[in-house]
């Protein structure tokens, strides 16, 4: 019985013991919640005050400014009928000025095309010229005079030049041609 007295004893201290520890942190956590709310209810001041300034900031800016209106505008114009602002001679001379402007604006650029074609290839042909006439210079340290000679001729509209290079060049042509062919027909071959 004794033994049973001791237990009972040591069970009821061992509940008395962790009642007081429950205690102590319900006290900590009833503390811990009152700081807590305090905390809250100073930002809780803190918002409601920005908040407000913000307000107020807000109403002076929008009663300093005044609100935008959108104002539709519409206008109708007539080209033709009694209320026109063009006269007959008026509409007569813009009909006449878009009939001419028309093949201009469809045929001016294939022109303007051309002769920067042109433009081009006359520059390739100066850079030759000046090649090949550089390259007689330094190859034999003297000025070509046989070239001096032969665009001299051609400035001067010589038709030898002309006819010359004209059959040089058919020539050259059918070169390409043959060479191409020939091209084809190993290919055809292999």
Not at 137 to 161: G, N, R
């Given at each position: 019985m004794a033994n049973n007295e001791e237990i009972l004893l040591n069970l009821m201290q061992n509940v008395s013991d962790e009642l007081e520890h429950i205690e102590k942190k319900i006290s900590d956590l009833e503390r811990s919640k009152e700081k807590d709310d305090e905390l809250f209810e100073k930002q809780r001041n803190l918002l409601a005050g920005n908040l407000n300034a913000t307000n107020t900031m807000l109403?002076?800016?929008?009663?300093?400014?005044?609100?935008?209106?959108?104002?539709?505008?519409?206008t109708q114009y007539t080209v033709f009928g009694k209320d026109t602002p063009f006269s007959s001679k008026m509409l007569l001379i813009l009909i006449a000025s878009l009939l001419l402007l028309i093949p201009l604006i469809k045929y001016v650029p294939p022109y303007m095309n051309e002769r920067s074609t042109i433009a081009k290839e006359r520059d390739d042909y100066k850079l030759f010229y000046e090649y090949?006439?550089?390259?007689?210079?330094?190859?034999?340290?003297?000025?070509?005079?046989?070239?001096?000679?032969?665009?001299?001729?051609?400035?001067?509209?010589?038709?030898?030049?002309?006819?010359?290079?004209?059959?040089?060049?058919?020539?050259?042509?059918?070169?390409l041609k043959k060479e191409d062919l020939k091209a084809q027909i190993k290919k055809l071959e292999e």
């Amino acid at each position: 019985m004794a033994n049973n007295e001791e237990i009972l004893l040591n069970l009821m201290q061992n509940v008395s013991d962790e009642l007081e520890h429950i205690e102590k942190k319900i006290s900590d956590l009833e503390r811990s919640k009152e700081k807590d709310d305090e905390l809250f209810e100073k930002q809780r001041n803190l918002l409601a005050g920005n908040l407000n300034a913000t307000n107020t900031m807000l109403s002076k800016v929008l009663a300093e400014n005044p609100p935008i209106v959108n104002h539709t505008h519409h206008t109708q114009y007539t080209v033709f009928g009694k209320d026109t602002p063009f006269s007959s001679k008026m509409l007569l001379i813009l009909i006449a000025s878009l009939l001419l402007l028309i093949p201009l604006i469809k045929y001016v650029p294939p022109y303007m095309n051309e002769r920067s074609t042109i433009a081009k290839e006359r520059d390739d042909y100066k850079l030759f010229y000046e090649y090949v006439f550089y390259r007689n210079f330094e190859a034999d340290q003297s000025i070509p005079k046989d070239l001096q000679q032969m665009l001299k001729d051609i400035k001067a509209d010589d038709t030898t030049y002309t006819n010359y290079v004209n059959r040089l060049s058919r020539k050259y042509e059918n070169y390409l041609k043959k060479e191409d062919l020939k091209a084809q027909i190993k290919k055809l071959e292999e």
